[in-house]
């Protein structure tokens, strides 16, 4: 059974192939492969961090590629969402390293953060809600760890769902009174 590290709140621990990523200059955070995405102008490219690149985290999950970090994944695979993305075994978001994903639960605003919401619809940049997700933010995290995944591609919404194995191992994360994600006990 493999246990990824428990987050330090309010710290994160960045593994080294997700320090070594190019880094937003406003925020300083690690920039993802998946947040990267062709510039409309035809010019280059630009980080949208709330918006997933589908053709990269596509082809990055059948190549077995971290989501974050662009290595190759290794014997175990990390999934992190809601309890309906867990309840359901289907997530919009693609797999990662256990220690990339575990640096997400304190790295990403919106889910280290209680009060931190999504940029409204209106807004550039904003992103777009999956087919299907209600939009919700969820009230804890779960980190579910396993061997194996498929991918499935939605052809009429351009949109890849991804289908990990059963969880071998399960870490729940609740926010604080403090406002801010910490693990809880209730992890199996």
């Not at 059948?62 to 974050?68: I, T, Y």
């Not at 304190?106 to 904003?126: M, N």
Request: charged share 20%; hydrophobic share 35%; aromatic share 8%.
């Amino acid at each position: 059974m493999t246990r990824p590290p428990t987050p330090p709140v309010g710290a994160a621990a960045i593994p080294p192939s997700l320090a070594a990523r190019p880094h937003d200059d406003r925020r300083g955070l690690p920039i993802p492969p998946v947040n990267v995405h062709p510039d409309p102008s035809g010019g280059g490219s630009h980080v949208d961090f709330t918006t997933i690149n589908t053709t990269v985290a596509t082809r990055l999950a059948a190549e077995r590629r971290c989501s974050l970090c662009d290595e190759p994944m290794g014997y175990w695979v990390a999934f992190l969402g809601g309890p309906r993305a867990a309840a359901l075994m289907r997530y919009a978001d693609p797999p990662g390293h256990p220690e990339c994903m575990t640096a997400a639960l304190s790295l990403c605003p919106y889910v280290a953060i209680g009060r931190h919401r999504r940029a409204r619809a209106d807004r550039p940049g904003a992103g777009i809600i999956p087919p299907g997700s209600h939009g919700d933010k969820p009230d804890r995290w779960l980190l579910g760890i396993t061997r194996a995944y498929r991918t499935r591609f939605i052809a009429e919404h351009g949109f890849t769902t991804y289908l990990p194995a059963p969880f071998r191992t399960v870490h729940t994360y609740v926010y604080g009174t403090d406002g801010r994600l910490q693990p809880s006990t209730d992890s199996r």
